[in-house]
C-alpha cells in the first residue's frame, strides 16, 4: 500500500485538526472550570448570606414570639391583678399612716432634765 503525497498531506490535516480540537477543547475545559469556579464562590458568599438572614430571622421570631408572650391577654390580666392588689394595699397604708399622724400630737416631753 502506498501513499501519495496527496494521501499524506490528507492525513496531516486530519491529524493538525485534531490536534486543533484538543487544544481548542482544552482551552474550552479550562475556561469552563474557572467560571464553575467564580459561580461556586457566588453560591458559597449567596449561602453565607442566607444562613446569615435565617439566623437573623430566628432571632427576629424569637424576640416576636416573647412579646407576644408578655402582651398575652393572661399576662395582663394577671399584671392587672396584681397592680390593683398593690393600689390597694398602698391606699390602706396611707390610711394607717394618716390615722397614726392624727393619733400623735406632735409634742415630746423633754425627759433629758429629770
Known sequence: MEFS?????SMGAIAVSLIGGFVTA???IKNL???????NDIFTRTDQRLDEAESA???????????SEINSVSALEKRTIQIT???TTIRMLEKEVALLRSL??????????K
Not at 33 to 39: D, N, P, T, V
Not at 57 to 67: F, K, P
Open 5 to 9: 503525497i496527496r494521501d499524506l498531506f
Open 104 to 113: 400623735h400630737n406632735g409634742q415630746h416631753q423633754d425627759y433629758s432634765k
Open 33 to 39: 472550570m474557572e467560571k464553575m469556579g467564580e459561580h
Open 85 to 87: 392588689d398593690l393600689s
Open 26 to 28: 482544552r482551552i474550552q
Open 57 to 67: 430571622r430566628g432571632v427576629i421570631e424569637s424576640r416576636i414570639a416573647i412579646l
